[in-house]
């Protein structure tokens, strides 16, 4: 049975899992093997495929981790007990702020997807989906309620916004001259423009 920590107490799961997110970051997904992860993690292969059974799970897993954070968040968002200008401007900064926050795993994502199994692939789309249509409801709730306007379909809304939030990850510099709020403030308060009656 593989160690589950090491000696600073990181599982190993973990620690797999920061050493493919850089390694995919600095080399592309396709260029990373299984053998420069388990050194960089310092584990052993066996380790490797006792939590993760492919490099192609852990690719997911680089993903997956972000949106579970990302759908966690928004779900609080928008069970919140407050005004709908409130909870959508809220859940509109947030995934900036958590994309910025994982811009390696962002990046990861989007130029390697189309390495993922079909079946990773769809589970993957799907989970996308889910957090896009909770998103979606928020403007829905606000259009029907007379509190956002109707000239602009939702569904176009949220590929407005969502556009932005895939590309932070081609522009967005940690040294930049805007920090992560600043970034999601300009973004969120776009949004609501365009959604102004």
């Known amino acids: 049975m593989p160690r589950t920590t ?3 107490g990181t599982p190993v799961p973990q620690r797999l899992l920061a050493a493919a997110t850089r390694l995919f970051a600095e080399q592309g997904y396709d260029r990373t093997s299984v053998q420069e992860i388990v050194e960089a993690a310092g584990v052993t292969k066996g380790a490797l495929y006792h ?8 690719l997911h897993e680089v993903y997956a981790r972000v949106l579970r954070v990302q759908q966690e968040r928004l779900d609080a968002f928008a069970n919140a007990d407050e005004p709908i200008e409130k909870r959508l401007r809220g859940a509109a900064a947030d995934v900036v702020v958590t994309t910025i926050e994982n ?3 962002a990046m ?3 130029r390697s997807i189309h390495h993922l199994s ?3 692939n769809k589970q ?3 989970e996308r989906r889910r957090y896009h249509e909770r998103f979606r409801a928020l403007i829905e709730e606000g ?5 956002f306007s109707t000239a602009t379909p939702a569904d176009l809304v949220v590929d407005y916004h969502f556009g932005s939030v895939h590309h932070l ?5 940690p040294d930049g001259p805007m920090g992560a709020q600043e970034v999601a403030d300009h973004l969120a308060d776009l949004l609501l423009r365009a959604l102004r009656p």
């Open 124 to 126: 993957v789309r799907a």
């Open 169 to 173: 990850s081609t522009w967005y510099r």
């Open 6 to 8: 090491d000696g600073d």
């Open 108 to 110: 990861i994502f989007f």
């Open 118 to 120: 079909p079946e990773k």
């Open 143 to 147: 259009q029907r309620t007379g509190v």
């Open 103 to 105: 811009l390696d795993d």
């Open 51 to 58: 939590y993760f059974g492919s490099k192609d799970d852990l």
